[in-house]
């Protein structure tokens, strides 16, 4: 099966120009600014861009957390992804403390295999390190594919490292060829602020927001950066909200280390003033919380300076009635937002529509640098022959509202309910298949593969 597209704005991370794309067996088979080709299917694309399919490093599919389990599934998830323009998704194993790194993948696997839309990876969060574990991070580097370690510096008892552990676990990830990632927020002391705010009888969603101020962000990012320095391992900061945070990744650029920065879409386009609505602030409680309109402002200006790399979800959704475990108690409400079919047209909407970013940046943010630096290039990621056909045909000039009413996220409301977004991704391709087309799926769960990926690329040495 070929498929011709035809005049449309091929948009990559480092160009842009009318052209003509052929897709044979999945892969990118020819791309000119001027032959045609024959195809089997032959789509006229004038008028709108050819962009990579995106590529989601941080969702949470199905996760048990906070006594619950994040609402999407691997089905509803990854469909809701492909709607977005989202072809590849990276999610998060946690290791229960006491277990091995085997048996947590094999419980991700149980519920994810055969029913993903889309194509899907893993992370693999250490919850516990110990000798047995380091033989497990080798074996997963080597034969898994799995080379990102994701780690916690806050939700103790559950999730959280300590540094000792941490510093243990980046030495034994630097030496053979993987990354660490850490959510860096200072546990101890959000924990000290949500026990001083509730023996005050300060229990609504406004007191997670005050319980977990910038400093907690940026005291744990920086000795992150100090402890992955002195570990040599190449080092990824998820989620970062503001300033104090990014600057701990400009102050390593003077050692000549590198750490890589995500922010995520509700970080770009929200604020924290939603935490003042009452307990329906509840909808947006999620660590790190919303910040102010300064630091939107700050990660704007950070991704154009190329120290936060990545735009992300942190998909991580619950139903309100989940939600409502935290009526009487903000500390019992579960951490997360939906947000997975949204970031594509967000990005765009409020980035490269308003002026904020070049739309070479935003697929640079999208995709090209998360294959890049999560080992799923030159396969993914980018407009190049030979790449996998993971392609979006987005019309820049449609406009549209967000609704729970329309979304395909298994959530009952919607973070941005009536938000009137410039931008719609139309039809998506995924290894060369038409999975999306004008709204309607066209593929069944279980045409997601799993995606083995490489050592890390971008090590100095
Ligand atoms: O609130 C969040 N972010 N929930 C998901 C877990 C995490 O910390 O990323
Ligand atoms: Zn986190
Ligand atoms: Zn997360």
Same mark, same amino acid.
């Given at each position: 099966?070929?498929?011709?597209?035809?005049?449309?704005?091929?948009?990559?991370?480092?160009?842009? !120009?009318? *052209?003509? $794309?052929?897709?044979? =067996? #999945?892969?990118?088979? @020819?791309?000119? +600014?001027?032959? &045609?080709?024959?195809?089997?299917?032959?789509?006229?694309?004038?008028?709108?861009?050819?962009?990579?399919?995106?590529?989601?490093?941080?969702?949470?599919?199905?996760?048990?957390?906070?006594?619950?389990?994040?609402?999407?599934?691997?089905?509803?998830?990854?469909?809701?992804?492909?709607?977005?323009?989202?072809?590849?998704?990276?999610?998060?194993?946690?290791?229960?403390?006491?277990?091995?790194?085997?048996?947590?993948?094999?419980?991700?696997?149980?519920?994810?295999?055969?029913?993903?839309?889309?194509?899907?990876?893993?992370?693999?969060?250490?919850?516990?390190?110990?000798?047995?574990?380091?033989?497990?991070?080798?074996?997963?580097?080597?034969?898994?594919?799995?080379?990102?370690?994701?780690?916690?510096m806050a !939700?103790? *008892?559950? $999730?959280?490292?300590? =540094? #000792?552990?941490?510093? @243990?676990?980046? +030495?034994?990830? &630097?030496?053979?060829?993987?990354?660490?990632?850490v959510h860096a927020t200072n546990g101890?002391v959000i924990?000290?602020l949500?026990?001083?705010?509730?023996?005050?009888?300060?229990?609504?969603?406004?007191?997670?927001y005050?319980s977990q101020p910038e400093v907690t962000e940026a005291e744990a990012s920086s000795r992150f950066c100090?402890?992955?320095?002195?570990?040599?391992?190449?080092?990824?900061i998820v989620h970062m909200t503001c300033e104090g945070a990014v600057e701990a990744i400009?102050?390593?650029?003077?050692?000549?280390?590198?750490?890589?920065g995500?922010t995520?879409?509700?970080y770009?386009?929200?604020?924290?003033?939603?935490?003042?609505?009452?307990?329906?602030?509840?909808?947006?409680?999620m660590s790190p919380p919303l910040r102010?309109?300064?630091d939107?402002?700050y990660l704007?200006?950070?991704?154009?300076?190329?120290?936060?790399?990545?735009?992300?979800?942190?998909?991580?959704?619950?139903?309100?009635?989940?939600?409502?475990?935290?009526?009487?108690?903000?500390?019992?409400?579960?951490?997360?937002?939906?947000?997975?079919?949204?970031?594509?047209?967000?990005?765009?909407?409020?980035?490269?529509?308003?002026?904020?970013?070049?739309?070479?940046?935003?697929?640079?943010?999208?995709?090209?640098?998360?294959?890049?630096?999560?080992?799923?290039?030159?396969?993914?990621?980018?407009?190049?022959?030979?790449?996998?056909?993971?392609?979006?045909?987005?019309?820049?000039?449609?406009?549209?509202?967000?609704?729970?009413?329309?979304?395909?996220?298994?959530?009952?409301?919607?973070?941005?309910?009536?938000?009137?977004?410039?931008?719609?991704?139309?039809?998506?391709?995924?290894?060369?298949?038409?999975?999306?087309?004008?709204?309607?799926?066209?593929?069944?769960?279980?045409?997601?593969?799993?995606?083995?990926?490489?050592?890390?690329?971008?090590?100095?040495?």
């Amino acid at each position: 099966m070929k498929t011709l597209i035809k005049n449309a704005t091929i948009v990559t991370s480092t160009a842009e !120009y009318t *052209g003509n $794309l052929l897709i044979a =067996d #999945g892969k990118i088979q @020819a791309i000119s +600014k001027d032959a &045609s080709y024959d195809a089997d299917e032959t789509i006229d694309a004038e008028g709108k861009w050819l962009m990579p399919g995106a590529i989601d490093p941080h969702v949470h599919l199905e996760m048990p957390f906070m006594g619950t389990y994040s609402s999407d599934d691997y089905a509803s998830g990854t469909l809701a992804a492909l709607h977005g323009g989202t072809t590849t998704v990276i999610d998060f194993i946690l290791q229960t403390q006491g277990d091995t790194l085997a048996n947590a993948l094999k419980s991700w696997r149980s519920r994810s295999d055969d029913r993903c839309y889309c194509d899907y990876s893993f992370h693999m969060a250490v919850t516990d390190f110990n000798d047995n574990v380091a033989e497990e991070v080798k074996h997963f580097i080597e034969n898994e594919g799995i080379t990102s370690f994701k780690t916690f510096m806050a !939700y103790k *008892g559950a $999730l959280m490292l300590d =540094d #000792g552990q941490m510093t @243990a676990l980046m +030495k034994v990830v &630097s030496k053979n060829g993987g990354m660490v990632t850490v959510h860096a927020t200072n546990g101890d002391v959000i924990d000290n602020l949500i026990a001083k705010h509730k023996s005050e009888g300060k229990l609504a969603p406004l007191y997670h927001y005050l319980s977990q101020p910038e400093v907690t962000e940026a005291e744990a990012s920086s000795r992150f950066c100090d402890l992955a320095h002195y570990a040599d391992v190449p080092a990824y900061i998820v989620h970062m909200t503001c300033e104090g945070a990014v600057e701990a990744i400009r102050k390593s650029y003077h050692r000549n280390q590198i750490v890589q920065g995500e922010t995520c879409i509700q970080y770009l386009s929200l604020d924290a003033s939603l935490y003042e609505k009452n307990f329906e602030g509840a909808k947006w409680v999620m660590s790190p919380p919303l910040r102010e309109k300064k630091d939107q402002e700050y990660l704007w200006s950070a991704i154009n300076q190329g120290i936060i790399n990545v735009v992300a979800t942190d998909h991580c959704p619950f139903t309100w009635e989940k939600k409502l475990l935290g009526k009487d108690d903000f500390s019992k409400i579960p951490n997360g937002h939906p947000a997975i079919e949204h970031r594509v047209e967000l990005l765009y909407s409020e980035g490269v529509a308003k002026g904020k970013i070049s739309k070479q940046k935003m697929v640079e943010v999208l995709s090209t640098n998360p294959a890049r630096i999560f080992g799923l290039a030159p396969q993914k990621g980018d407009i190049a022959i030979g790449a996998d056909a993971d392609l979006v045909i987005f019309n820049p000039n449609k406009k549209h509202t967000l609704s729970a009413k329309t979304h395909h996220m298994n959530v009952d409301y919607s973070c941005y309910e009536g938000w009137e977004v410039t931008g719609k991704c139309e039809t998506v391709f995924l290894r060369g298949k038409k999975v999306i087309d004008k709204g309607e799926a066209l593929i069944k769960p279980g045409f997601g593969e799993y995606q083995k990926r490489s050592k890390v690329s971008w090590k100095r040495s």
